[in-house]
Structure formats: C-alpha cells, structure tokens
C-alpha cells in the first residue's frame, strides 16, 4: 500500500510570509494527526481529525496556524504570519481506526521541513 | 499530563554489539501503551516496537526487545547484533488507554541520536 504522502519536502520562507502543507494519507484511513518536530525535540501534536472532524487542537497556535481536511481525505496545515520559531519539520500521520489503538500503529509521512528566516 | 524522558541524547556502539536506549516516564494512570519509534535521516518515523502496560511479558521484535519495569516508570530499548542501517533518532512514546476521544495522542520523548560504529 502506499504510505503517507508530504509535500513540499523542503520550504524556506522570510518570516511573516504564509506557507501551506499538503497531506495524503494512506487510503481508508479515518484518523489524522499533524505533528511539529522542532530540531532537538520529539513530535509535539498539532491537531488530530477523525473523517473531516477537529478532535484536538488544543496544541495548535490558533492565532496563526490553520488546518482542514476536506471530505476526509487530504489535509493542508497553514501558518500565516510565520515566525523564526516555527521552524521545524511538520509531520503528517494517518491509522486506520477511528481511534488509534494498540493494533492500528500511527503511519507517518517523510515530513515537511520549514525554515524561516 | 504525561512526560517522557530520554537521558541520553547520544549513543555510539560498535557493528554486531549489543545498545541499550533508556526511557522513562511520569503518569498517574494505570492502563497505557508504550512505544520506540525510530527516525533515520529520511524523517519518516517507523514503529520499532510497542508494550501494553497490563502485559507483564516483555515485548520482542527480532533484535529488538524491551525491558518495561512498570513500578519504576522505565521502558529501554536494547538493540542486539545491531546494524548499520540501525542507525537513526530513536524516541520513546506513550499513549494513554483510558477513555476514547482526543487521548489517542503520542507524547514523545526528545530522543536518542544512535550510531554505529563500523
């Protein structure tokens, strides 16, 4: 099957620019979840959707980051204005079950890296 | 709310030798998943291996195994025989089992940069 799908691989933007994030998910995959690396640090969760619903977003800076998943499928993560300390790579994962359980691993894409300037 | 930590930012070990990655974790809840996942330049994380808390048999995959001491909060990663292609980032994560509906998050650890020395 194919994995999760990422892109831009790479982006590199002046701060107070906008940047967009795509994500595919694995087909038939319910559950969403975008994640920020910042270097040095684990995955911190942004958001999480079940179908085209927000689940959890408490994590998310609301004042500028965004986030959709239309008709369930793909979703784009939003950062506008950017600034330096968003620089980070943005993880996209899917799994299978509504919710996430000990049999329905999280599958991660290869991510986006950020860098702002 | 649920911490993870990892003490040892680097870790070097000889080709064909035996790691071993430590990781602990702070949580009042008694039901709860554990994972090592690892990350090498590509960035895709990919599950290395998983523990149930209620199991008390230590969770193996290959050369992967792990020894989970639930009173003491410790789940470590031991790699045998370990590879070039072993190495990579390795975090550790939990998840709880209590409750459905915005608890599926993992909460990482900051990870261990592992290499191997030929």
């Known amino acids: 099957e194919a994995g999760v799908a990422q892109s831009p691989r790479y982006k590199i933007i002046e701060k107070r620019q906008s940047v967009a994030f795509w994500c595919n998910p694995i087909?038939?995959?319910?559950?969403l979840y975008w994640y920020q690396q910042i270097l040095g640090q684990g995955p911190k969760l942004l958001i999480q959707f079940q179908n085209n619903g927000v689940v959890d977003d408490s994590q998310l800076p609301k004042d500028r980051f965004s986030a959709e998943r239309l008709k369930g499928v793909d979703s784009t993560l939003k950062i506008q204005p950017a600034k330096l300390e968003d620089s980070a790579v943005y993880l996209c994962a899917s799994t299978p079950r509504l919710f996430f359980g000990y049999n329905s691993p999280l599958h991660f894409g290869n991510g986006t890296r950020l860098t702002v300037t | 709310a649920q911490t993870v930590t990892q003490s040892q930012p680097e870790m070097s070990v000889q080709e064909a030798e035996t790691v071993t990655l430590s990781c602990t974790y702070d949580t009042s809840e008694s039901d709860y998943y554990l994972f090592w996942y690892k990350q090498p330049p590509s960035r895709q994380m990919i599950l290395v291996i998983r523990q149930e808390a209620y199991k008390q048999q230590n969770a193996t995959e290959n050369r992967f195994s792990v020894n989970f001491q639930k009173a003491a909060k410790s789940f470590s990663l031991k790699i045998s025989d370990s590879q070039l292609g072993d190495a990579a980032m390795y975090f550790c994560a939990y998840r709880s089992a209590e409750g459905k509906g915005g608890n599926e998050k993992l909460t990482f650890g900051t990870g261990t940069r592992l290499t191997i020395i030929p």
């Open positions: 087909s038939g995959h319910a559950t």
